[in-house]
């Protein structure tokens, strides 16, 4: 135990440690145990009993339940949360569900985690010390549990015994006491009676834990409440809490703050020192929780965890730890009652599941039934009633927790309420004070939605009401379907997804194979209500909606066992044909929904895969922010682009880390407005590849920016982009690591910029790729010094190479000569014929109407070629095949060749069995080639008069040398042209 700072002079500094066997005894050993005092200190006492007490409380936990059931070590049972640093101010007020299923395509990369020991650990690179952490995370994510593992672990002396007082509060418990009066002292009596012997904490190193700030119901007024500066003074609670935040009371204190996201805008910023976020489960942890949970049954675990990955929902929500319990208890029972149970797919099934095995617990263990006894007693069937009742008014409220007056309201009993543990949760301290007062509220925010939807259908079908419309009908049947429309409409309509899950549930639950486990609580329905149901919601994707509410209409689809336009979509893509630009809007929804559940979709999205449209980036803009690389390039983008781009590049949900807009009509205009959105936000994007440096300059110098990685090249910078540019590096807060500037006209001047800039900041940048342009001598001289610059972290500099951006400037790098499988150069027209001619056999010509160059091609090179009827004009690996006339034989069809086909139709390109239809206003009988092999730069262009007009390019990586090749059709012909 760390002593108090004042006192004796001889114990400040020293250790103290409590006798064992709970004896008020304190030895303090002064230094290396030379001698001992052995004394009575009160603080000491309290501190002893307040540990005591703390590790009595948090030692054992009921998962899911307060009371009831058998309780389960903590220290054996926790599972470490994924826990992240940083995160931003802003209020997030998506449903949860949604907020998760979007965290959980988030693909893993490196970030700033913290294990809960090191919360309040000062993170490198910051000197002052953290006084307010707050943590945010969705409902059930696991915070009460966090702070109650990290209360254990200092009681146990395990972890920060800097402290020596920890405090966990909850809303739930100041809420009761919000109209009563207190000084900070009475009110740390008041709720920890071991302290009494204490009147002043401000000798002590003092962490106070405030649980679930979306819960309180305390006016937190910072603006109007009074300052007040002495712990022994009395007022309400809400000015306490406000002067103890803003560090007017108490402001050696630490405090720690956890809340959903929505409610954490109620603290100041400037109040907050360090925001964390609990994500949850990663995978790993997913599985380390069942296999503690069964540890004693390894066959089992497996079982189930297998189960649950097979399953894309139920995979999703075990994100929430709380949901991994409910599952673990519904799979647990299934499987002792029947090993070849067919276990719950969906939602709406898991919490049937879920909702019967808690209500045969009640009928066994508090009604004294029997296990064969029909568990929907009428007694069982109005508490399930009067919780659906309850549910749904406190959700139309926005309640998660509430009060005896609530339930009376609702006519439960509250003894009733108390024993019924496994659905509802009964939470109240005993012997903390003057009260004993009882706070409610349901295991999880999803099981109160679905107990609010089976509200509603029961309401629906036993009197004809339609809550969401208050409205009444006579034909309840028939008018199912209705319900669910409106129900359906309102969801679309939310612009928060609040009544996304409530959707799902009502919807799951008018499925046949969900009536059976209900028999005897609710009424079967005709199956054709499900079918109209479906059909709805499938006119209702055609509609154009936002890709997250199409997105959660397919969950819809899903609880409801229809997948018939996914499956549409996915017969498509296995069979490797080229999409359609035309899809309705159904299909492009379905695609998006697919790519979602993809996780090796989201590594790395690439546009062109699907439709090289601005009508296809807008569709898929949700598969473009879950994924960690998007590739817009050559996509025909516009500036209306870059406006549906900047809230998802800004998102701090975002996954997105890489992104190519290169060779795209954006205009400075349209990468300006991307960037005018941005500079406010918490910006994580890495990798970035378009143009606009004026832009660009004003990011790399914001606070927010984390941006590392950028290439500019093949852009018209010149000399004056360069120079903007080269403002934004100079700040202090640029960390960008790589600039490629290759191909952008810059000369001596650009370098000058460079150099200078790099010169004020000189701490970050590693490599700068200046080929192809014209740095003259004085440039590179400049440059190169700071590779030998101690100061300068500038490692690899790149330069050299002849700088080409026009017609003119090709003319003149290596031409390539055609030579077909015969010694003498082919140079003039090449024409298909159907004669068979008589040419001796060769190994390498093809069965096919398509021939190749002898000279592979490593470095730069340019060639035009005149055409006429239907040809190829192509590049290839040396080892494509030449026998037969499968895909592996034919340009574009394979991953180891590109092709342009020229016709009078236009223009299309061809790589890997993907065709991209080319938007082109007229049709020119020349057209050019552009390889850069080193860069993975290959280019088509149409050649009109002088001037080059971009076709389309293709940025990989080549990694064997390039071959030109040429696929004619019937009598048509091809000519390479000589450069002139």
């Known amino acids: 135990l760390v002593p108090p700072q004042s006192g004796p002079a001889e114990l400040r500094g020293s250790h103290w440690s409590v006798c064992p066997a709970g004896s008020n005894t304190v030895f303090c050993f002064i230094s290396d145990f030379t001698f001992c005092v052995i004394l009575e200190h009160p603080a000491a006492v309290c501190q002893h009993q307040l540990i005591s007490g703390l590790k009595k409380k948090f030692q054992s936990v009921f998962e899911g339940i307060a009371t009831a059931g058998s309780p389960t070590p903590l220290n054996q049972i926790y599972t470490e949360l994924y826990i992240t640093e940083g995160g931003t101010g802003e209020v997030n007020d998506e449903h949860e569900v949604r ?3 979007t965290a959980s395509r988030k693909p893993h990369r490196p970030e700033t985690t913290i294990r809960q020991e090191d919360i309040f650990k000062v993170p490198p690179g910051r000197d002052q010390p953290i006084r307010t952490v707050m943590t945010k995370g969705v409902a059930g994510i696991g915070k009460t549990v966090l702070t109650q593992k990290f209360t254990l672990d200092w009681a146990e002396g395990r972890t920060n015994q800097n402290i020596q007082f920890i405090f966990p509060f909850t809303f739930r418990e100041l809420n009761v006491v919000k109209e009563e009066k207190f000084s900070l002292v009475e009110l740390i009596h008041h709720f920890f009676t071991e302290t009494k012997g204490i009147s002043n904490f401000e000798q002590f190193q003092v962490l106070f834990i405030f649980d679930g700030l979306d819960e309180s119901r305390l006016p937190l007024d910072f603006d109007d409440n009074l300052i007040l500066t002495d712990a022994t003074e009395s007022s309400s609670v809400d000015v306490l809490l406000t002067n103890l935040i803003r560090g007017k009371l108490l402001p050696s204190a630490l405090l720690w703050i956890t809340t959903r996201p929505a409610a954490a805008n109620q603290i100041p910023p400037e109040c907050v020192g360090m925001v964390t976020e609990v994500r949850g489960f990663t995978d790993p942890q997913k599985e380390e929780y069942f296999r503690k949970r069964f540890r004693d049954d390894e066959e089992k675990a497996s079982r189930i965890i297998s189960h649950i990955q097979k399953s894309k929902s139920l995979h999703i929500m075990c994100h929430i730890p709380v949901f991994c319990w409910m599952t673990a208890t519904v799979l647990e029972e299934m499987l002792e009652t029947n090993e070849r149970a067919v276990l719950p797919k969906t939602l709406t099934e898991m919490y049937i599941h879920f909702l019967v095995v808690q209500t045969k617990v009640k009928k066994v263990k508090y009604d004294g039934g ?7 007693s009428r007694k069982s069937k109005k508490m399930i009633k009067s919780l659906g009742k309850l549910a749904f008014d406190q959700l139309q409220k926005g309640n998660l927790i509430f009060y005896e007056s609530d339930l009376t309201e609702c006519g439960i009993d509250i003894r009733a309420a108390s024993v019924y543990s496994g659905v509802f949760t009964q939470i109240f301290r005993e012997e903390r004070g003057l009260y004993q007062d009882k706070v409610f509220c349901f295991v999880h925010l999803s099981v109160q939605e679905f107990l609010a939807a089976l509200h509603v259908h029961l309401t629906f079908i036993n009197s004809g009401v339609n809550l969401l419309e208050e409205s009444l009908t006579e034909d309840k049947e028939s008018a199912l379907a209705n319900l669910h429309q409106s129900a359906v409409d309102k969801a679309v309509e939310s612009p928060n997804g609040h009544l996304d899950l409530l959707l799902r549930f009502l919807l799951g639950l008018s499925l046949q194979t969900n009536h059976t486990l209900l028999k005897g609580l609710i009424s079967p329905t005709e199956n054709k209500t499900s079918l109209e149901s479906v059909q709805y919601i499938r006119n209702k994707i055609s509609e154009n909606l936002s890709g997250e509410k199409s997105i959660n209409l397919f969950h819809c689809l899903n609880e409801l066992n229809d997948r018939s336009l996914v499956e549409e979509i996915q017969q498509s893509l296995s069979s490797r044909s080229h999409l359609k630009e035309n ?8 695609l998006g ?14 546009l062109k895969k699907y439709s090289a449209s601005e009508d296809a980036l807008f569709r898929l803009l949700p598969v473009v922010k879950a994924s960690k690389k998007a590739i817009l390039s050559d996509c025909d983008l516009s500036e209306r682009s870059c406006k549906a781009l900047a809230p998802v590049i800004g998102d701090h949900w975002s996954s997105l880390r890489e992104l190519d807009l290169s060779n795209n009509k954006l205009l400075d205009s349209g990468v300006k407005l991307l960037w005018s959105e941005l500079e406010s936000q918490n910006l994580q994007l890495e990798a970035l590849r378009l143009r606009s440096c004026e832009a660009l300059s004003s ?3 914001s606070q927010s920016s984390s941006l590392r990685e950028l290439d500019l090249s093949n852009n018209d910078l010149q000399d004056s982009g360069v120079k903007l540019l080269s403002a934004g590096l100079k700040s202090p807060n640029c960390n960008l690591v790589t600039l490629s500037l290759s191909g952008c006209l810059v000369s001596e001047e650009g370098c000058a910029s460079l150099a200078s800039a790099l010169t004020f900041n000189p701490s970050h940048l590693k490599e700068l790729d200046l080929s192809y342009n014209h740095p003259g001598d004085s440039g590179v001289k400049l440059l190169s010094a700071g590779l030998k610059d101690p100061d300068w972290r500038l490692e690899a500099l790149r330069y050299g190479g002849t700088c080409c951006r026009s ?18 150069r082919i140079s003039g027209n090449v024409t298909l014929v159907e004669e068979l001619q008589s040419y001796p056999d060769h190994p390498d010509r093809f069965d096919l109407p398509q021939l190749l160059c002898r000279t592979g091609l490593t470095g730069r090179c340019y060639w035009e070629v005149e055409w006429r009827g239907d040809v190829d004009v192509s590049v290839s690996y040396r080892r494509i095949r030449r026998k037969g006339n499968s895909n592996d034989c034919g340009f574009g069809w394979n991953d180891h060749s590109w092709s342009l086909r020229c016709s009078d139709k236009g223009y299309s390109v061809y790589h890997n069995k993907i065709k991209f239809n080319l938007s082109s206003t007229s049709i020119s009988n020349r057209v050019s080639v552009y390889v850069d092999c080193p860069a993975g730069i290959l280019s088509f262009y149409r050649v009109s008069s002088d001037s080059l007009i971009h076709l389309h390019t293709f940025n990989t990586t080549f990694t064997e040398p390039l071959i030109p090749g040429f696929w004619i059709k019937n009598a048509f012909t091809i000519k390479l042209c000589t450069q002139k």
């Not at 029997?370 to 929907?376: C, G, K, L, P």
């Not at 090709?810 to 031409?815: L, M, P, W």
């Open 807 to 824: 017609r003119e400037d090709f003319i003149g790098i290596e031409e390539i000569w055609l030579r077909a499988n015969v010694d003498s």
């Open 699 to 701: 990011v790399l110098s």
């Open 593 to 606: 929904f697919i790519l979602l559940s993809s996780e090796k979709d989201l590594d790395v999205f690439d």
């Open 583 to 590: 899809l309705s809007p159904a299909q492009w929804s379905a």
């Open 99 to 101: 907020q998760i299923e």
């Open 370 to 376: 029997a296990e064969t006894d029909s568990h929907w």
